[in-house]
């Protein structure tokens, strides 16, 4: 299995900008739900707070989206689409074959907020990072909740899956990386048996079963190259506790690469690593900012 990238020629096209009402819909229904200040800073950042909670307050009127008000945040809004805007943005192009989950409450909104705020907090730093590096990653280059099938029925849901574009001259480079993104929620041990369900979608091939071998198309390699033509990076985003506390959970990371004889495989073969926000934030993800997790000096993610 190979990790290696895609390098093409540099052909930069215009293409047709869609109005911003159409890109908060589409945001919203990717991101599943986003505060005035991260969609101001994903979509306008050079212009007016104005600019975005003007349309966003129209869409409200019209019943596609509505907000919960953040606690001690200054009143702060998070919005999200609401069954009318699900509605409508499933058929966008970009959106095909996302399922649609409108929130049918600004309760219902409240226990969604924390961890899915802090993944697209992971998402606008990458953002952010690839607009002053002349990187191609934009607000639809990032897909919360992603499922892949494991073998016995299970399945692996990953915070995040990237799309990537580095830039330099002539040539682009298309990386792809699966992103976990920890709060401290969980148990540093659940952390780490991440994982292993990593390399399980990794090795994992599934076998024809209930037709005839003769009428069953073979199957073709593991069951991510439906969807990758190389297996993406696999990043830990961290934050929610102190520096010491993220810095065992990295370490545990690190300890299951070394004990899981099948993850310690996957290490060699994929590039891993983990980071904390509040550093990608500061210093880009570009930055010397993450450990990797097979072991080595820090780095930026780009070159683990």
């Known amino acids: 299995m190979t990790t290696a990238s895609e390098t093409t020629p540099s ?10 009402p159409h890109q908060l819909l589409a945001v919203l229904g990717q991101h599943r739900m986003a505060t005035t200040n991260q969609l101001h800073e994903l979509l306008r950042p050079a212009a007016a707070r104005q600019t975005v909670s003007a349309p966003l307050n129209k869409l409200r009127r019209d019943g596609l989206v509505d907000y919960t008000v953040l606690p001690r945040s200054n009143r702060s809004r998070a919005w999200y689409l609401t069954s009318e805007g699900a509605r409508l943005t499933k058929d966008f192009p970009s959106l095909r074959g996302r399922p649609a989950y409108p ?17 697209l907090r992971s998402h606008l730093a990458f953002v952010a990072d690839a607009r002053h590096r002349g990187d191609e990653h934009g ?6 909740e992603v499922s892949h099938p494991l073998s016995d029925g299970e399945r692996i849901i990953t915070d995040a899956v990237m799309h990537y574009t580095v830039v ?16 401290a929620t969980m148990g540093s041990e659940r952390l780490a048996s991440k994982l292993i369900e990593y390399a399980r979608l990794w090795s994992y091939e599934p076998q024809p079963v209930g037709r005839p071998r003769s009428r069953q198309p073979a199957a073709v390699g593991a069951v991510w190259l439906r969807w990758y033509p190389v297996f993406p990076r696999v ?8 520096r010491y506390v993220l810095g065992n959970r990295i370490s545990d990371l690190q300890a299951m690469v070394v004990e899981h004889p099948l993850v310690g495989t996957l290490a060699r073969q994929v590039p891993m690593g983990a980071a904390v926000l509040e550093d990608l934030e500061d210093r880009g993800p570009t930055g010397d900012v993450w450990v990797p997790l097979a072991g080595g000096d820090w780095r930026p993610w780009t070159e683990l």
């Open 11 to 20: 052909g930069r096209a215009p293409c047709p900008i869609e109005p911003l």
């Open 235 to 242: 990043l830990f985003v961290l934050t929610g506790a102190s």
């Open 168 to 183: 330099e001259g002539e040539e682009r480079t298309k990386l792809r990386a699966f992103v976990e993104v920890d709060r």
């Open 139 to 144: 607000h639809l280059d990032w897909t919360p």
């Open 103 to 119: 929130i049918n409450s600004a309760t219902a909104a409240s226990m969604k907020t924390p961890h899915t705020l802090t993944v």
